[in-house]
């Protein structure tokens, strides 16, 4: 009878795992692909998956996508679906001794007559020989691979893994998807959600995009109400201590957004240049990181069409560092309002990158003589300064000399715009340009 007893508890253990209590994102996580909410466009009666499961054939794959967003059970329901064995390991805790394990037993698995869906979540995080390591088993049918990734495959991934897979993406849950997530919640909770209107519609907000974010917070929700107590807005904001929105500062979250900043402001929008400057700070990043790139954008948008812009950036950046948090955000605020509404150019910016690159394909070309200084005898015999002319002893001084190298010959690099400030730059150089060519026909 002592024998019996492991055994007997095993299946007592069994027994009260399952009876345990469960997150409700665990217990609403879908059975069937039909059940998944959200990504119509991959699994919609013309998606992408679905046309490639008509074939009864799946190709390995790569899932991009924020968190929350059904990853992790696609793939496990695609391996159902495919019948497929579904191995699932992390790039966090797995090492190359891992995956020799893993990639064993897939082909164990293979001799006897089955495939294997591998499942590798935070695929970025393989370093590139780790990456590699896939390759064979990719290419000879050992495993089907389904990556999951919350960053840009395109700078994450080798191209070698890219080109073997195919990269489907997952879009954060809309308003319509976490709605039928708190429908299905309250339908196998049996009770509606405390919360009136206004504060259903805040909870939506809060989740997102991710459609287990906005499960949990459901789940914190019933458990904060008495009975019969329904919450709103204000009251909800106050329970849940406001989960702050989703911004990793080191991914696609953090570039996303400041590009967005930089083309509202280019495209003279100070409005949604102001919303996605808030956005930023409201996430936590780091404002002087924000005032250094508002800086950069007075230089590259702007320039000389506006010559204050750069001062007032500048200006935004100390005061920042000399005010501190939180008035000093309020500085950074005006200086995106300022650049975003100054008149734009990109002539000094595009100047500077031609005037670059014809420094770099020209070489060590020798400046004209006439400009060079002769502070020897040997180099005054060469002829260095001979024949200069010195611009303030010149009617309206300006000389009309040629400064550039002999071997390159005169270029042109910055073409000013006819607005804001460089409208009189443009006459300025209109004007000199007269002059160097009545001077070129006396000489």
């Known amino acids: 009878m002592s024998q019996k007893q492991p055994s007997a508890n095993l299946f007592a253990a069994a027994g009260m795992e399952q009876d345990a209590p469960r997150p409700l994102p ?12 959200g990504q119509d466009h991959i699994l919609g009666p013309d998606g992408a998956l679905t046309r490639m499961l008509e074939t009864r054939t799946l190709g390995s794959l790569i899932f991009w996508g924020p968190p ?17 064995h579904f191995e699932q390991i992390s790039a966090v805790f797995s090492g190359v001794a891992d995956l020799k394990k893993v ?23 393989f370093n590139k020989a780790q990456q590699d390591s896939f390759l064979p088993v990719m290419e000879d049918g050992t495993v089907v691979l389904v ?21 489907l993406v997952f879009q954060s849950h809309d308003a319509e998807a976490i709605e039928k997530l708190f ?44 009975a019969n107590e329904v919450f709103d807005a204000a009251q909800l904001q106050d329970i849940l201590q406001r989960r702050a929105p989703i911004y990793d500062k ?57 010559p204050q812009a750069l001062v007032i950036c500048n200006a935004a950046k100390d005061a920042y560092d000399f005010l501190g948090h939180p008035e000093g955000e309020l500085a950074i605020a005006q ?25 770099k394909e020209g070489g060590s070309l020798l400046p004209p003589k006439h400009i060079l200084n002769s502070p020897t005898k040997l180099m005054k015999s060469e002829g260095y300064g001979d024949g200069y002319q010195y611009d303030h002893d010149t009617p309206d001084a300006f ?45």
């Open 250 to 306: 080191s991914a696609d979250g953090h570039y996303n957004l400041i590009s967005a900043l930089h083309k509202s402001v280019r495209g003279s929008d100070p409005d949604a240049a102001l919303y996605y400057l808030c956005r930023m700070l409201d996430a936590g990043e780091d404002p002087l990181f924000l005032a250094r790139r508002v800086v950069r954008m007075a230089v590259e948008d702007i320039g000389l069409a506006d």
């Open 183 to 226: 429908a299905n919640a309250e339908k196998i909770e049996d009770r509606k959600l405390p919360l009136d209107a206004e504060a259903r519609a805040v909870l939506v907000r809060m989740a997102d995009g991710d459609g287990r974010a906005a499960l949990t917070l459901a789940e914190e929700v019933w458990r904060a109400a008495r």
């Open 399 to 443: 000389s009309g000399q040629d400064y550039f190298p002999e071997a390159l010959g005169r270029q042109t690099f910055y073409d000013p715009p006819e607005r804001g400030f460089e409208r009189e730059i443009r006459k300025r150089l209109d004007y000199w340009a007269k002059l160097r060519a009545a001077k070129s026909t006396e000489a």
């Open 335 to 359: 200086a995106v309002i300022y650049i975003a509404t100054a008149p734009k150019s990109n002539a000094a910016y595009t100047a500077y990158k031609t005037a670059m690159r014809v420094a």
């Open 103 to 125: 990639f064993d037993a897939a082909r164990a698995r293979r001799q006897m007559g089955r495939g294997t869906l591998l499942f590798v979540d935070e695929v970025h995080r």
């Open 26 to 37: 665990e217990r609403l996580r879908p059975r069937v692909l039909a059940d998944v909410v």
């Open 147 to 167: 990556g999951a990734t919350t960053e840009n495959p395109s700078f994450e991934l080798n191209a070698a893994l890219l080109s073997r897979a195919r990269v």
């Open 68 to 84: 929350g967003t059904g990853k992790t059970t696609v793939a496990r329901l695609l391996a159902d679906a495919t019948e497929l």
